[in-house]
């Protein structure tokens, strides 16, 4: 279909389609936040009964208003050029969706489609940690480890818009194997899910405080793993240090590949603040070429969780 630019209109929508939830926000030409709306994803079965609850989600959202664009972030495998959802992480019904084209036919006004890691390393870098940087990688270290690429400026996609699978390039090819069929990627060793996996394991041999920390919860994640080490738990320091090593093995591969001045870290993990980045900053200076040192900066992301929307919607502001 024909794309309809809006460039006159003043407001932007940002949605984050997740598989448990979907948020929409309304933002002006400055990226200011007006309004903003949640629901749950579950109940709606098919791809189509979703997008009919975005579109409604938008209109409400907007209240009407006319948009200069849409700004989608989706789970999975986009291929961003043509606004489509090849396969939808956590979306079991969604293979090949069409997702720019079915909305631009019921809002007719244009929509563009990112994955969510690009979306949160876009919105990292207009309006987040990654501000004033020229290139940045945006790495979120949650259950898996997402990210997103920024090159003099702009968002990598690569060739064909999958660009940024920095959780799956492999770290060592005899480790555990990965969601993704590889064995040893980055995030199997890196990820939260991994830290949480390797003190349970840990603990089958050594008593820890981690046990009582996670005891109200259905297993230890690394929130636990960090709080021990706080406490100076001698599994937590183990684990911790473990798995900062490998962040770091894996941020030296991403420093001599693309050269980048900022590397902004969000998601749950990086949210141990003080407890990560001094030494995920010293044992990156230790593992890296040192013709590399003091090239690059690594920081806490800025944004939260409406990170992706905002990026999304960024992509027309
Ligand atoms: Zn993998």
Redesign the pocket.
Known sequence: MQTVWNKQQEFVVGVDLGGTKIAAALFDSEGQLLNREQMETAGARTAEEVVARITNMIRSVSGGQPLRGVGMASPGTVNSREGIVIHGTNLPEWTNVPLKAWMERDLHTEVQVLNDANAAAWGEYVRGAGRGSTNMIYVTLST?IGSGIVLDGKLFLGSSSFAG?L??H?IDPSGPQ?????HG????FASGTAIGLAASQRMLTQPSVISELAAAEAGVNAKHVFEAKRLHDPVAVEVIDRAIYYMALGLVNVIHSFNPDRIVIGGGVSRAGELLFPQLREMTDKLVMPSYLGTYEIVPAGLRDDVGLVGAAALFQ
């Open positions: 898996g699978e959780g799956h492999i990965c969601n993704c069929g590889s990627c980055w995030e199997v």
